[in-house]
Nanobody, 120 residues
Framework: QVQLVESGGGLVQAGGSLRLSCAAS????????MGWYRQAPGQQRRDLVA???????NYGDSVKGRFTVSRDNAENAVSLQMNSLEPEDTAVYYC??????????????WGQGTQVTVSS
């Protein structure tokens, strides 16, 4: 069974910074991508924040230049450094991993979500 455990959310003033972390555990055979999505208040969908595979990271347009995603392959972990935060960044942030285990084919896994609130 795979688990994604997130940490690092909270309340910050506009212009401030936060760092989110996520670690995957379980019977993992291979991780293809890890990253972050967010769900803003009142929205049904989860929007891309940043994902990273073995190559260059991919960012959502609204966070380019402000957020940086990094991955620790040895620890099966991913982090998101968020700078110059804006009230519009307020959302629940979800860690995502596309991976396969020794018994389950490649699929998405999600963390429980962590709240980020940016006050103006």
């Amino acid at each position: 069974q795979v688990q994604l455990v997130e940490s690092g959310g909270g309340l910050v003033q506009a212009g401030g910074s936060l760092r989110l972390s996520c670690a995957a555990s379980g019977n993992i055979f291979r991780i293809y991508t890890m990253g972050w999505y967010r769900q803003a208040p009142g929205q049904q969908r989860r929007d891309l924040v940043a994902v990273i595979s073995s190559g260059s990271p991919n960012y959502g347009d609204s966070v380019k230049g402000r957020f940086t995603v990094s991955r620790d392959n040895a620890e099966n972990a991913v982090s998101l450094q968020m700078n110059s935060l804006e009230p519009e960044d307020t959302a629940v942030y979800y860690c995502n991993a596309v991976l396969e285990t020794r018994t389950v084919r490649r699929r998405d896994y999600w963390g429980q979500g962590t709240q980020v609130t940016v006050s103006s």
